[in-house]
Nanobody, 127 residues
Framework: VQLQAFGGGLVQAGGALRLSCAASGRKLSMYRVGWFRQGPGKEREFVAAASRNGSMKYYADSVKGRFTISRDNAKNTVYLLMNILKSEDTAVYYC?????????????????????WGQGTQVTVSS
């Protein structure tokens, strides 16, 4: 499966953005999906994940209550709605997918739990 993330941009603190990740090559419904981000000088970190049918969702504590992951399998697309953005949300955001329904050890947050990655999309939050 190929993944392409888009929708990033420059937004003021307190604003909102919706990222999209379009899949091609295979049906997205066959994959668990996740969003990760990498800020300047930082390691890539988990943001959110969703099961194949979207019934299970997981979030990093830092975004819980502000970000929402969703998926439209009919459109082969995953979304990340980001509200109440903060300067610390500035990062390159990546979408990822893996065919294993549940990651080993329940490690939804681990980069190693995803085999397929899209190119990143830059999100910059100005304070």
């Amino acid at each position: 499966v190929q993944l392409q993330a888009f929708g990033g941009g420059l937004v003021q603190a307190g604003g909102a953005l919706r990222l999209s990740c379009a899949a091609s090559g295979r049906k997205l419904s066959m994959y668990r999906v996740g969003w990760f981000r990498q800020g300047p000088g930082k390691e890539r970190e988990f943001v959110a994940a969703a099961s194949r049918n979207g019934s299970m969702k997981y979030y990093a504590d830092s975004v819980k209550g502000r970000f929402t992951i969703s998926r439209d399998n009919a459109k082969n697309t995953v979304y990340l709605l980001m509200n109440i953005l903060k300067s610390e949300d500035t990062a390159v955001y990546y979408c990822a997918a893996d065919p294993l329904g549940v990651p080993f050890g329940g490690r939804w947050h681990a980069t190693s739990s995803y085999d397929y990655w899209g190119q990143g999309t830059q999100v910059t939050v100005s304070s």
